[in-house]
């Protein structure tokens, strides 16, 4: 499959090759976590209070994708999500970081560049839009410790979480894929609202399947 693409800053014409891959599980590594910044939400209509967004980019071990002849390691991203001041039980945030440090607990702050190359479990599911079908992140899980050993290492060399004021950031950079609309929508300092209507965000309450469906990748 080839593909133009709109990166987070601007167009391209990057032909992007790839086959898709099986659908079920699949051994990943946490590589990059990027900063979305503040986004507006809404909820069934209503305004909620803007919350910061983080997306993980998982690597997607013994694969790859072929970019303008290239051929780079495969990435999938998560769908962004909601982060608060602490981890609570109840939200998607603490969902995620349990697939790998299991030990979180609720009430205490993710840590998530301790986590960085991390295995973990990937579901892998099939979305089809339009004549494309598209490969996304189903759910993510631990893979215990003792088989860490076992798994690939990264072929990235540039790990990073990112900061949403830094475009150089590593992570920020690697945002190629996600979609324009969720970064022309960032709620900017002194600004209290985004001139561009947000995407419905479910409550956090909502169970992870139900709210975390994994919609944005990268291919």
């Known amino acids: 499959m080839a593909l133009n693409r709109t990166t987070a800053q601007q167009e391209t014409n990057s032909n992007v090759e790839y086959s898709n891959l099986a659908v079920g599980e699949h051994e990943g590594r946490l590589v990059y976590v990027a900063d979305l910044g503040m986004q507006a939400r809404e909820f069934k209509g209503e305004e909620k209070t803007p919350a910061q967004q983080l997306s993980l980019g998982i690597e997607i071990m013994g694969n790859s994708v072929n970019v303008d002849g290239t051929m780079r390691p ?26 790998f ?17 991390t295995p973990v479990n ?34 990235f060399t540039d790990s990073s979480v990112g900061d ?20 022309d929508r960032r709620i900017k300092p002194g600004q209290a609202t985004v001139s561009s209507k947000p995407q419905a965000v479910a409550a956090e309450d909502d169970s992870l399947e ?10």
């Open 101 to 117: 440090n299991t030990s979180a607990q609720e009430g205490t702050v993710a840590d998530w560049d301790e986590v960085l190359g």
């Open 164 to 183: 949403c004021e830094d475009d150089s950031n590593p992570a920020q950079q690697a945002m190629f894929g996600l979609p324009k609309f969720v970064f």
């Open 74 to 99: 495969r990435l999938l991203w998560s769908r962004p999500f909601n982060v608060f001041q602490t981890l609570n039980e109840r939200g998607i945030e603490y969902q995620l970081y349990k697939a």
């Open 210 to 219: 139900e709210n975390n469906t994994y919609g944005y990748r990268y291919v």
């Open 122 to 155: 990937v579901v892998v599911k099939h979305r089809a839009a339009g004549d494309r079908t598209y490969d996304d992140i189903a759910s993510l899980s631990p893979i215990p410790a003792r088989f860490h050993d076992s798994i690939a290492a990264s072929e």
